[in-house]
């Protein structure tokens, strides 16, 4: 026989495992890259400053002889611009309470398209839903004549049922017939601001003596209460209890999960046992009654008479703050500020440096260009870290 030897092979020890820093939660890595959107735009906003400022054409014409003058143009031009501009949006109670109120109508109707984008949703007619609000809250607050505080509560009532009945109709469709909503809101948007300016040629909304589009103004009684001299409402803090409102309705209800489920895997949900349609009305008619109290800031805070601008462009606004807000309801109040301070400043801005009002919107809407290419931004700002799992669910788009 022959001995064999057997050799061991030493036991190596485990290497040590680096330490890795512990991941940020989503909501950081969301709020970073909406930050570096907001920094991406008032760099695309100081190109187009520069670009159209007079005093820099002037030192570009003479560059080659002093390169310095055309710098310092560039400079003075982008710092006088956004100094005027943050002056404007918060330079003094005035100028913060003006931010704060156009503010007010933009965070109700963010709400309003981030819980129909937690839905699976894309609700495209806050713009309707917040002029049928308008038109009944508006109605109510000059036709009728009640005692204070009682007239106020009506009105702001009236507006929320109007908003959520726009609001409805979309959510019962779909949920009927799979009506796309996309093209629902759209259209009603269309009959919504038709149906106001016929309205306002009847004698039942037009003022008497007048024969322009303008209703009566609202009785005292049913205006919100303002704060001093300036324009600031108690509508504002109506639209942060509705943000806190949704909040729970999203994270504590057996609702909300339901909403949140369908708008996961509308699918899996159905398998679940839960009902598709039933969350698409709750989700729409919810949606509708928060735009319709937007409708009510409107006519009931700042305008008091209704005509046929009473929405302006807050229904159409509202989708870029609820983008920018990524479908919650914290980041929506904090996009709804941002673009209200950047409306209210943009005013102080054209008047003391001519840059004209439209930059501002032009930032807002690279903001969310950026904000909706995480990657780009991502690309150029090579430190943001990745975000992990899926994310806030938002609207599926054409294939939803």
């Not at 710098?71 to 931010?99: H, K, N």
């Not at 007619?125 to 917040?130: F, K, R, S, V």
Request: net charge neutral; aromatic share 8%; hydrophobic share 50%.
């Amino acid at each position: 026989m022959s001995n064999e030897t057997t050799t061991e092979v030493p036991e190596t020890a485990p290497k040590p495992v680096p330490s890795q820093r512990r991941p940020l939660p989503g909501w950081a890595v969301q709020g970073l890259v909406s930050l570096s959107a907001i920094v991406l735009a008032l760099l695309v906003g100081a190109i187009l400053i520069i670009i159209g400022d007079d005093g820099v054409k002037t030192a570009v014409s003479y560059f080659g002889a002093a390169p310095g003058d055309t710098f310092s143009a560039a400079f003075s031009a982008v710092g006088d611009s956004y100094r005027a501009l943050a002056t404007g949006a918060l330079g003094g109670i005035d100028p913060i309470s003006e931010s704060l109120t156009q503010a007010t109508p933009l965070i109700c109707g963010g709400l309003a398209v981030s819980l129909a984008f937690r839905t699976g949703l894309f609700n495209i007619g806050a713009q309707g839903q917040l002029i049928i609000g308008a038109i009944l809250a508006g109605w109510v607050g000059f036709a009728w004549h009640l005692p204070p505080g009682i007239h106020l509560i009506v009105a702001i009532l009236a507006g929320l049922l109007g908003g959520a009945l726009w609001g409805g109709v979309v959510g019962l469709l779909k949920a009927r017939t799979g009506a796309h909503e996309v093209i629902v809101t759209i259209m009603l948007n269309y009959v919504a601001i038709y149906l106001l300016q016929w309205l306002l040629t009847t004698t039942t909304f037009k003022r008497p003596g007048r024969e322009d589009p303008i209703s009566p103004v609202v009785d005292a009684n049913a205006q919100y209460p303002q704060f001093g001299d300036t324009r600031l409402h108690v509508g504002f803090f109506l639209a942060l209890a509705a943000a806190a409102f949704v909040w729970w309705l999203l994270n504590r209800s057996t609702v909300g999960f339901e909403l949140r489920a369908v708008g996961a895997n509308a699918d899996a949900s159905r398998t679940a046992g839960m009902s598709v349609g039933r969350a698409y009305v709750i989700a729409m008619v919810v949606a509708g009654a928060l735009a319709g109290l937007a409708g009510t800031q409107q006519v009931l805070g700042t305008d008091l008479p209704l005509t046929d601008g009473v929405a302006a462009s807050v229904g159409f606004d509202a989708i870029t703050v609820a983008l920018l807000g990524r479908g919650t309801p914290l980041g929506t109040v904090l996009a709804g500020l941002l673009f209200g301070a950047l409306n209210a400043g943009g005013l102080q801005m054209q008047l003391q440096t001519q840059t004209p009002l439209t930059l501002t919107t032009v930032l807002q809407a690279v903001i969310v260009l950026f904000v909706a290419a995480p990657a780009l931004v991502r690309s150029i700002f090579r430190f943001l870290p990745k975000e992990r799992g899926t994310g806030t669910v938002l609207a599926k788009g054409w294939n939803g």
